[in-house]
């Protein structure tokens, strides 16, 4: 019996969903999978190659093939025959220890992409991994590791990010990640990325009509009609797309991971992901869209959304391990020939848990799927008309519902002189869970046995406002600023912090993104409360390249003098300070204190305890990325600032403006978390640099 027979090792699988389990085992190199006499330069992986999801015995890989258009280096479009690809899997980059050698193919029904889940691997191991078609290779080896065994008590690093619109920056940011990593020592090395969502934009155009686009993503196969046809706008918005079809959501993901950053940063790293609205339609809600007025159910979108996401994003959904006892929800994409909002929702479930030995468990939830209509509709809008932001006080009775005032809401909303019908007042209160991912959350914390619990949150939930009530005279109630994350839904936040503070569960830390700020504070189960009696800690990261929060704030300031005092110091040298980080943290009267004084010590004796409550720092004017270290005793963060990247950073990578270190120390159950004051390498962020005289 041959070799070949003997080890029944070729197989060709034809699976759903171009998905491929294989259990792995030491093999020799079969040359015979690649033939020698295959012509080379008929086929190239244009979006390179990725991991995801690493267990301590499994780990999903990922990649798409293409042909060449003949004689030249372009992929031509889809072939609609399917490819064969071979799969490598070694214990060392040079392919001397292969543990995996397997044919696979690629088929249209999923644009050529290939999953490969790996089982029978050994824990807290790196692997190496690449594909051939023919005699065409990915056009570098991607490395992936392991999660450590249950009981490993090592210390953890890892990182987390979000929200890298192509057109609005470049991907510098992820270069100087991977630089900084390969130049550390192996111990300070990072394990896997936590990507919490806005992976893709799928309105293109989305620029400012002040900044100058980085690059374009182009037409869409399909695509919405374009957005700005009256030739008011700048060009680039006057192309703006919305998509309409799978095509053109399978067109983004290429178009994205064409960057050689994001590429370079797939192939270093698994990542663990989870999504937010862009990954969709902007502000989404179930399988409704928001760009016009409250939005409509658009299902086939949806899906096809979902569908492109399970497609081009490595994850373990189906296969996913049951978590300390609590059944695993997630599972694969499902079609549907019936497709309305229900279906759509349903065809892919993502929330889920990734336990890394054992100090770390990771909670990762979907935030959009599952949550209620928004509060803030057109109508609540026109009453509150005048208000520079929502009023806590509208949204938290309308969040509500039919147990606002103790169960009597009232009849009528009031503001200013305006009334309007209560409108949820027979409403149940909103959910931004869902019932069923809030009860498997709960569940999810109280039987991790970790040190520390990680929730995957792709919105923030700490507090941020603007207390408009402090100014006197001004006859304004303090807002939040935007209602489309957590404080679009306080009660069901409230009723989590109850939870965590109530079932005595410690050393739970929030990772959260979208806001394209970074901000660090604590948790309050009630922001209002007589008290703050904190459950959590939370850091947000900003975005990856993203236009960043101070950006749309000074340009919103530009028509009004006084807000433009709340938002930054305009220096002698032409440089603007950051006063919004201190306006958000400190409140306004001591924002506008302080750009008249120039003097952060006089604005700091006008500071609001209470303006954000809970909220201890923000770096508005920032893009980058989350480094977390996690031992028995403390969990460290720095929140990494690399500026603009608005240019091209290159190979060299964005360079840093700034980190600020957090440290946490664990804390026991029953007890409440503490958070000091950030550590700085680099130019600190305002208000703690002091402005010059």
């Known amino acids: 019996m041959s070799r070949f027979d003997r080890r029944e090792f070729l197989k060709l ?122 005699s065409d290779a990915t056009p570098f080896v991607g490395r992936t590791r392991t999660a450590p065994a249950r009981g490993s008590k090592r210390p953890v690093r890892y990182a987390f990010l979000c929200c890298q619109n192509y057109e609005q920056g470049f991907y510098g940011a992820l270069r100087r990640l991977v630089n900084d990593d390969i130049a550390a020592k192996p111990e300070d090395r990072i394990e896997f990325v936590l990507h919490l969502g806005d ?87 179930q399988a409704h869209d928001t760009y016009f007025g409250d939005g409509k159910p658009v299902p086939v979108r949806k899906l096809a959304a979902n569908q492109a996401w399970f497609e081009f994003i490595p994850a373990i959904l189906s296969d996913a391990p049951d978590f300390g006892g609590v059944r695993s929800a997630a599972h694969d994409f499902k079609s549907s020939k019936t497709v309305d909002t229900s279906t759509a929702i349903a065809s892919l479930t993502i929330y889920r848990a990734v336990q890394w030995g054992a100090l770390l468990d990771l909670v990762i939830t979907d935030l959009r799927s599952y949550r209620s209509a928004p509060v803030m509709t057109e109508e609540v809008k026109a009453l509150v008309k005048g208000s520079p932001v929502p009023p806590v006080r509208i949204v938290k009775l309308l969040d509500a519902g039919r147990t606002a005032d103790g169960g009597k809401p009232p009849e009528t909303l009031t503001y200013g002189s305006r009334e309007l019908p209560n409108p949820r007042r027979a409403s149940l209160p909103g959910s931004h869970m869902g019932a069923d991912q809030k009860k498997w959350f709960k569940a999810a914390m109280k039987s991790s046995k970790a ?84 459950s959590a800690v939370e850091f947000v990261t900003t975005g990856i390249s993203s236009g960043a929060m101070f950006t749309g704030a000074e340009r919103a300031s530009r028509n009004s003098a006084f807000f433009r005092r709340m938002v930054l110091i305009e220096e002698k040298d032409g440089r603007m300070l950051e006063n919004f980080n201190n306006t958000v943290v400190n409140g306004l009267r001591a924002g506008v204190i302080t750009n008249y004084t120039n003097s952060v010590k006089i604005g700091a004796m006008f500071r609001n305890e209470r303006a954000s ?76 640099q002091v402005p010059s005289a």
């Open 199 to 285: 992976f893709i934009y799928e309105h293109t155009g989305d620029v400012p009509e002040d900044v100058k686009p980085a690059r374009l993503v182009g037409p869409m196969p399909d695509g919405s009609a374009p957005w700005e046809p009256d030739g008011t706008h700048p060009w680039w918005q006057r192309g703006g797309q919305t998509p309409e079809t799978l095509a053109d959501y399978r067109f983004l993901y290429k178009t994205y991971l064409t960057d050689p950053d994001l590429q370079a940063a797939r192939a270093r790293f698994p990542f663990i992901h989870t999504w937010d609205d862009h990954e969709f339609t902007n502000d989404a809600w």
């Open 613 to 688: 409550p809970g909220l201890s720092f923000v770096d508005s004017n920032s893009h980058g990325y989350g480094l977390a270290t996690v031992t028995e005793d403390k969990m460290i963060v720095d929140l990494v600032n690399v500026g603009d990247v608005t240019t091209d950073a290159g190979p060299d990578g964005a360079p840093v403006l700034r980190r600020a270190r957090f440290e946490v120390e664990a804390w026991a159950p029953g007890g409440e978390p503490s958070l000091g004051e950030p550590v700085f390498e680099g130019i600190p962020s305002f208000p703690h």
């Open 451 to 534: 040190h520390w619990r990680v929730w995957a949150n792709s919105v923030p939930a700490l507090a941020m406002r603007l207390d408009f009530s402090n100014l006197p005279f001004a006859g304004l109630e303090t807002g939040y600023l935007g209602t489309d994350g957590w404080q679009g839904y306080p009660g069901e936040l409230r009723e989590l912090m109850a939870f965590l503070k109530d079932e005595k569960i410690a050393n739970v830390i929030s990772c959260a993104g979208d806001y394209h700020t970074h901000a660090a504070g604590l948790l309050p189960v009630d922001p209002d409360g007589e008290t703050l009696a904190a």
């Open 13 to 134: 699988f034809a699976a759903t969903a171009g998905c491929f389990a294989l259990s792995v085992s030491p093999v020799p190199f079969l040359s015979g999978l690649r033939p020698a006499n295959a012509t080379a330069g008929l086929y190239c992986f244009p979006q390179g190659l990725a991991s995801g999801d690493p267990q301590p015995d499994a780990v999903m890989l990922w990649t798409r093939v293409a042909p060449l258009i003949g004689g030249s280096s372009e992929p031509a479009p889809s072939s609609r025959d399917p490819i064969d690809v071979v799969v490598q899997v070694s214990e060392d980059e040079t392919f001397t220890k292969l543990i995996v050698e397997r044919l696979l193919r690629a088929e249209l029904a999923t644009d050529h992409t290939v999953r490969v889940l790996l089982r029978g691997l050994k824990p807290d191991t790196h692997y190496y991994y690449r594909f051939f078609a023919g």
